[in-house]
């Protein structure tokens, strides 16, 4: 029994944890987040993307020339009706190796950068997921700890050790300082997005738990499989 414990641990030791795929990572942000619409079938949609992309590479008559993002519940549905442009895909999908439509490809590549990191702290979607999974776990519960579990649940399935939970309250309490030093700070970020803010909660409060809830999203154990 002893020897049959020991190969198993060393098989787990050794298994692959390759990142979560682009889909699956901005799917999983707005699942955990209560953002996801889960509406199946219609046409494609186009979500948050910065400026000038497609106007970069299109020609003049082409008919997708201007990108004109969608408004309500089709900046939330899953990303597989994201529309796709051949020559100016999605740049948050890109990043993060999901592959063009110019080539055929049978294996996506799986690549280990900063600027993955600079989109799943910043891009929008995921700013915005952040903030409404903190404005969940700020409704349900005024303790810490809850609030901190609302969050890993939802993330990793799972509820942190004393410390782990003792490192998230020391980076709240300097995140949080900062936010009541800075209040416009607060303001700027949790309005990212489209989705409207819960004008009940504190804005320093609401800020401080989406700074929390983003760290707790780009854990390693959170975006691999």
């Not at 209560?34 to 992309?53: E, R």
């Not at 309250?169 to 949790?190: D, G």
Request: a neutral charge; aromatic letters at 8%.
């Amino acid at each position: 029994q002893a020897q049959r414990d020991r190969r198993v641990t060393l098989v787990l030791a050794h298994h692959p944890r390759p990142r979560l795929e682009a889909e699956q990572i901005r799917d999983l942000a707005l699942s955990a987040s209560g953002l996801l619409v889960a509406k199946v079938g219609g046409p494609s949609v186009k979500p948050y993307q910065p400026g000038g992309i497609w106007e970069a590479v299109a020609m003049n008559q082409s008919t997708t020339r201007y990108y004109k993002q969608d408004k309500g519940e089709s900046l939330y549905r899953r990303s597989i009706y994201t529309f796709w442009k051949r020559t100016a895909m999605n740049p948050t999908m890109e990043i993060l190796n999901a592959p063009t439509r110019e080539t055929f490809c049978v294996r996506r590549d799986v690549t280990n950068t900063p600027l993955q990191a600079f989109v799943t702290l910043n891009d929008p979607q995921f700013v915005e997921a952040a903030r409404n999974l903190a404005t969940i776990a700020l409704r349900e519960s005024e303790s810490f700890d809850h609030r901190l579990d609302a969050i890993t649940q939802k993330f990793l399935s799972r509820i942190f050790e004393n410390d782990e939970r003792e490192i998230v309250r020391q980076t709240l309490s300097k995140v949080m300082s900062n936010y009541k030093t800075n209040p416009e700070l607060a303001k700027s970020l949790i309005a990212v997005g489209e989705s409207p803010v819960d004008e009940n909660l504190d804005p320093v409060d609401l800020a401080s738990w989406t700074v929390i809830a983003s760290q707790i999203f780009n854990l390693d154990e959170t975006l691999t499989k």
